[in-house]
């Protein structure tokens, strides 16, 4: 599986983006999709998964209620929506791909990782 992301950029306090994360190949639907992101001089943190079927989300605590994922079989694709966006969200993010969805939350449960997109907060 190869992973995508795009829809990163530079966004004031309170806005919005979505991120968007292609897979190619044709075991999309049998993987679990996540998303992390990492800031600088910080580790890699969880942010949100979305399970194969897409019917189980789960959200890191400090992105509840403001983000949002969600995954479209017939474009090999996942989205990340994000409101309410803060300067604390500054990172780079990465999709990515886990074929057991045994434990979404763990980064080192995924097989396949995308390239990072940069998503930029100001305030």
Sequence with gaps: ???????GGL????????????AS???????????????????REFV????????TTYYADSVKGRFTISRDSAKNT?????????????AVYYCAADSRGLSPRDQYEYDYWGQGTQVTVSS
């Design 1 to 7: 599986v190869q992973l995508q992301a795009s829809g």
């Design 78 to 90: 996942v989205y990340l929506q994000m409101n309410s966006l803060k300067p604390e969200d500054t």
């Design 48 to 55: 949100a998964a979305i399970s194969r079927s897409g019917g």
């Design 11 to 22: 966004v004031q306090a309170g806005g919005s983006l979505r991120l968007s994360c292609a």
């Design 25 to 43: 190949g044709r075991t999309f639907s049998r993987n679990a999709m996540g998303w992390f992101r990492q800031s600088p001089r910080k580790e």
